[in-house]
């Protein structure tokens, strides 16, 4: 099988959208990524997964930290900023939760520190022990097969 049936087999999976943040010598790092997941509920633990080719790698890996913002259907803008495909740094609002950064009105922020990490394959796993949540009301934003939606229940 080549890469790309592999990468659309991959994009049927409809997942929400996240920005990772976190920030080295006063600097804030951010990354727009969907591969992101709850790992374990005792302790409270999440999974990250970030390409080796990505600045986001070093950033994390000097840090030890860093913030999943669950984006709401109306940030749309900002994860295009942070995955490069729109230039809209005015649509970029952070706030700090453990002096860590999160995406300002985000549906939740879960901030951790990196309790573990593991080569696999062409990406870093990411396992954060999860300091603090912040929760806020709103619907998702979701992706599907490369394109931006919304969440509508049935």
Known sequence: MDSRTF???MGRFATGVTIVTTEVGRETHGM????FMSVSLDPK?????????????????????FAVSILSEEQMDVSMHFANQKDCPDAVQF???????????????????????FEVGDHTLFIGKVLE??????NPLAFFEGKYGSYQPV
Do not use: F, W
Request: some cysteine.
């Open 7 to 9: 990468r659309n087999a």
């Open 32 to 35: 727009t990524a969907n591969a």
């Open 95 to 117: 706030e700090y939760i453990s002096g860590v950064p999160i995406i300002n009105n985000a549906l939740a922020a879960v901030v951790c520190d990196v309790e573990q990490s």
């Open 133 to 138: 949540i912040k929760l806020t009301e709103g």
């Open 45 to 65: 633990l999440v999974t990250i997964s970030i390409d080796h080719k990505a600045k986001m790698l070093e950033q994390i890996n000097q840090s030890q930290q």
